[in-house]
């Protein structure tokens, strides 16, 4: 079965940095882009950042240019999300996820709290 596990999520100050890690599995990997999105109550679900199956390219939503970065390995079927310079408009659920054919999967999400 598909399974997408995130971690590295918690409570970080404003300014500060945190990496997020999502393990995958069930599938092959390296054939897919794969995604990060968010959520925060009472917002709809931001797509964070894309990348490339060999990780060549990358997007980002407007308010995470500059500041986050997706990357991807390929051999240990992970792929990472690097935050900088959080805001606490950051703080939320933030979720991997991968397009497979006819479904797409998610990972039951980690919290990321942005905080003095």
């Known amino acids: 079965q598909v399974q997408l596990v995130e971690s590295g999520g918690g409570l970080v100050q404003p300014g500060g940095s945190l990496r997020l890690s999502c393990a995958a599995s069930?599938?092959?990997?390296?054939?897919?882009?794969m995604r990060w999105y968010r959520q925060t109550p009472g917002k709809e679900r931001e797509l964070v950042a894309t990348i490339t199956s060999a990780g060549g390219s990358t997007s980002y939503g407007d308010s995470m240019k500059g500041r986050f970065t997706i990357s991807r390995d390929n051999g240990k079927n992970m792929v990472y999300l690097q935050m900088s310079r959080l805001k606490p408009e950051d703080t939320a659920v933030y979720y991997c996820?991968?397009?497979?054919?006819?479904?797409?999967?998610w990972g039951k999400g980690i919290l990321v709290t942005v905080s003095s």
């Open positions: 069930g599938f092959t990997f390296s054939a897919y882009p």
């Open positions: 996820h991968a397009d497979l054919p006819h479904q797409d999967y």
